[in-house]
């Protein structure tokens, strides 16, 4: 399983980046995604998550009402929009996903891709 996350940058205190995730090596579309991040100093922390179908999705308390994720199951993409951006935002973004098909969006994540910096600055 490959993940690959892209889309981060540099952006200014209340300004909007999408970030996206492109995955293959199995069928994406039975498989929950998740999106984490990690500070400076700080440990990799749970954002969202969407359900293998797309209709359900979680989010961490920072992330409620600010970020969507979505995901494209012909293209095989999950994406994380991300509004209203705050200088705490800032971490390298990743994307992930279980194990198991069909698995709760609690899951432990067993495949990580390699992350994409996103820099808010005030």
């Known amino acids: 399983v490959q993940l690959q996350a892209f889309g981060g940058g540099l952006v200014q205190a209340g300004g909007s980046l999408r970030l996206s995730c492109a995955a293959s090596?199995?069928?994406?579309?039975?498989?929950?995604m998740g999106w984490f991040r990690q500070a400076p100093g700080k440990e990799r922390e749970f954002v969202a998550a969407i359900r293998w179908s797309g209709g359900v999705t979680y989010y961490a308390d920072s992330a409620k009402g600010r970020f969507t994720t979505s995901r494209d199951n012909a293209k095989n993409t999950v994406d994380l929009q991300m509004n209203s951006l705050k200088p705490e935002d800032t971490a390298v973004y990743y994307c992930?996903?279980?194990?198991?098909?069909?698995?709760?969006?609690?899951?432990?994540?067993?495949?990580w891709g390699k992350g994409t910096q996103v820099t808010v600055s005030s």
């Open positions: 090596g199995r069928t994406f579309s039975s498989y929950a």
């Open positions: 992930a996903t279980p194990r198991s098909p069909y698995s709760d969006l609690g899951s432990a994540m067993k495949y």
